[in-house]
């Protein structure tokens, strides 16, 4: 059996020394959670926030008010700027994002449920990738969790050091 996305990710920052840490809105905790289910990832995880408000988003992670007016909770500008706010509270190498609409409520015709925004920010630069999940709650925040690990073991298979 393959091992967890979550154990592979670990073992190329255990490799590289690099550290890791989140910023989760609609995931509750969940991408923090899959991380921490892997043995010595103390080594590597350094924590996360899990900022469901704007406040949160504002005060804990640096999120500029104008950007939550602007452009809302759920959007590519809220999400890279969680990811750039956790890892600098951290000091980390790495940091990993998202906020979306997991429903079954608070969806609109422009930001319908489902809707999700994952950001990646490290030294080397940035990404983002927006997502339209089709589950229910549990469903769109698993959805969520496992598109962010993606994204982060895409950015570390991907780099030019690899």
């Given amino acids: 059996m393959m091992p967890s996305l979550e154990s592979r990710i670990g073992e190329i920052l255990m490799g590289r020394r690099l550290t890791l840490v989140t910023a989760e809105s609609c995931t509750g905790g969940l991408i923090a959670h899959r991380l921490t289910n892997v043995s010595g990832s103390s080594a590597y995880f350094l924590g996360g926030i899990v900022s469901y ?5 504002e005060q804990l ?8 007016e602007t452009h809302g909770a759920v959007s590519e500008a809220t999400a890279i700027e ?3 706010g956790a890892r600098r509270a951290f000091s980390a190498d790495i940091a990993v994002s998202v906020t979306g609409i997991a429903g079954p409520g608070g969806g609109t015709p422009e930001k319908p449920v489902g809707l999700v925004w994952i950001g990646l920010s490290a030294r080397e630069g940035e990404r983002t990738q927006q997502f339209i999940w089709d589950q229910d709650r549990e469903g769109n925040k698993a959805e969520s969790a496992e598109a962010a690990l993606r994204m982060v073991w895409d950015y570390l298979t991907t780099r030019a050091d690899t």
């Fill in 53 to 57: 408000s704007n406040e949160a988003k």
């Fill in 61 to 68: 992670l640096g999120v500029g008010h104008s950007t939550l």
């Fill in 82 to 84: 969680m990811a750039r």
